[in-house]
């Protein structure tokens, strides 16, 4: 019996030193991310001699050295995961991508089908396999500017009210960082880190707009560089951006309220052919024989769906209006 009792108390000592060396490495870890965070907006700009004009797309390269294809599409894609907000690198994008290529070269392969060569449909599943990493970062980059956009002017209001409270600028960031939910507060909370540790905050303000691809993040820096320059009342124009920013979300509401139907209308054109082929098949599936196997028919299908993909753009186009 006292083994027995000596053995659950060794078990469960050894559980307790587990977790409490769990939870110390957990610790170390969270506290180790949050100072690399807080570097890496730091470390990662490019100098103090960089000039930034706030007024003007950032992607504007006329005055940048000319670097090779390679290094232009290195830059792309760092650039498009970093606005998504995933922890990728460039490294880990490219692997995903191949292995989904290799994936969708493989898939394609074992389909049996003699109408379509081997060699067709492993180029159109590795293309397949290989869109889909970056279809995925590209998600994730509107949704996280349009997270980024509808947080805006609610940031806005609460900096421009504690300023009026009598904060600081840089205490009102700190303030907005931590009560703002992620993604804006997060890119707030490295505008102030970057300043904490010692950056102008005219650099601090330009690597700000260049992390957050948007026109009123430009408006909102450049307001701040004009102040501080020429001098005013800094909570008046942040109240007045926000005002703006909100007028124009109105407008894109009533603008998406009136093209609903052009909407619902590409999408009955574009899904209404795929479901009268879907129903043919499950009702009828020796209906399409003689349309597969003749020339004719598959240049006729081709056609088909070219002119779809054509529709469907064109309507988008019609509809899609920018405010």
Same mark, same amino acid.
């Given at each position: @019996? +006292?083994?027995?009792?000596?053995?659950?108390?060794?078990i469960i000592f050894a559980a307790l030193l587990f977790s409490i060396s769990f939870g110390l490495r957990f610790h170390e870890s969270r506290r180790r991310g949050k100072l690399i965070s807080m570097l890496r907006t730091v470390t990662d700009s490019e100098g103090e001699t960089q000039h930034v004009n706030l007024?003007?797309? $950032? =992607?504007?390269?006329?005055?940048?050295?000319? /670097?090779?294809?390679?290094?232009?599409?290195?830059?792309?894609?760092?650039?498009?995961?970093?606005?998504?907000?995933? =922890?990728?690198?460039? !490294?880990?994008?490219?692997?995903?991508?191949?292995?989904?290529? *290799?994936?969708?070269?493989?898939?394609?392969?074992?389909?049996? +089908?003699?109408?379509?060569?081997?060699?067709?449909?492993?180029?159109?599943?590795?293309?397949?396999? /290989? &869109?889909? $990493?970056?279809?995925?970062?590209?998600?994730? #980059? /509107?949704?996280?500017?349009?997270?980024?956009? !509808?947080?805006?002017?609610? /940031?806005?209001?609460? %900096?421009? #009210?504690? @300023?009026?409270?009598?904060? *600081?600028?840089?205490?009102?960031?700190? @303030?907005?960082?931590? =009560? @703002?939910?992620?993604?804006?507060?997060?890119?707030?909370?490295?505008?102030?880190? =970057?300043?904490?540790l010692g950056a102008s905050l005219d650099r601090s303000l330009a690597n700000f707009a260049l992390r957050v691809p948007l026109p009123d993040i430009r408006f909102f820096s450049s307001a701040v560089l004009l102040q501080r320059q020429t001098g005013g009342n800094l909570s008046e124009i942040l109240n007045r951006? +926000?005002?703006?920013?909100?007028? #124009?979300?109105?407008?894109?509401?009533?603008?998406?309220?009136?093209? *609903?139907?052009?909407? &619902?209308?590409?999408?009955?054109?574009?899904?209404? $052919?795929? !479901?009268?082929?879907?129903?043919?098949?499950?009702? +009828? $599936?020796?209906? %399409?024989?003689? &349309?597969?196997?003749?020339?004719?028919?598959?240049?006729?299908? *081709?056609?088909?769906? &070219? !002119?779809?993909?054509?529709?469907?753009?064109?309507?988008?186009?019609?509809?899609?209006?920018?405010?």
């Amino acid at each position: @019996m +006292s083994f027995i009792v000596i053995f659950c108390f060794l078990i469960i000592f050894a559980a307790l030193l587990f977790s409490i060396s769990f939870g110390l490495r957990f610790h170390e870890s969270r506290r180790r991310g949050k100072l690399i965070s807080m570097l890496r907006t730091v470390t990662d700009s490019e100098g103090e001699t960089q000039h930034v004009n706030l007024l003007i797309d $950032p =992607e504007d390269s006329r005055n940048k050295p000319k /670097a090779d294809g390679f290094d232009r599409v290195n830059e792309h894609f760092t650039k498009l995961i970093g606005e998504s907000g995933l =922890e990728w690198n460039v !490294a880990k994008f490219y692997t995903l991508t191949g292995i989904l290529f *290799a994936v969708g070269v493989t898939a394609a392969a074992l389909i049996d +089908s003699q109408s379509v060569s081997l060699t067709a449909r492993a180029i159109v599943g590795g293309l397949l396999g /290989a &869109l889909l $990493p970056i279809m995925y970062v590209k998600r994730k #980059r /509107a949704s996280r500017i349009a997270a980024l956009e !509808a947080q805006l002017p609610d /940031a806005l209001d609460f %900096l421009a #009210r504690s @300023m009026r409270a009598g904060h *600081a600028f840089t205490i009102s960031l700190e @303030m907005v960082g931590q =009560e @703002m939910q992620d993604p804006l507060g997060h890119e707030f909370r490295s505008l102030f880190n =970057e300043q904490n540790l010692g950056a102008s905050l005219d650099r601090s303000l330009a690597n700000f707009a260049l992390r957050v691809p948007l026109p009123d993040i430009r408006f909102f820096s450049s307001a701040v560089l004009l102040q501080r320059q020429t001098g005013g009342n800094l909570s008046e124009i942040l109240n007045r951006l +926000s005002h703006i920013i909100r007028e #124009r979300f109105r407008l894109k509401g009533q603008v998406k309220a009136a093209s *609903a139907h052009g909407r &619902l209308t590409a999408t009955i054109l574009t899904l209404l $052919p795929l !479901a009268t082929l879907g129903g043919l098949i499950i009702t +009828s $599936p020796r209906y %399409l024989d003689p &349309l597969l196997n003749d020339d004719t028919g598959r240049k006729i299908i *081709a056609g088909a769906i &070219l !002119a779809q993909i054509l529709g469907n753009f064109f309507i988008r186009k019609i509809i899609r209006i920018k405010v």
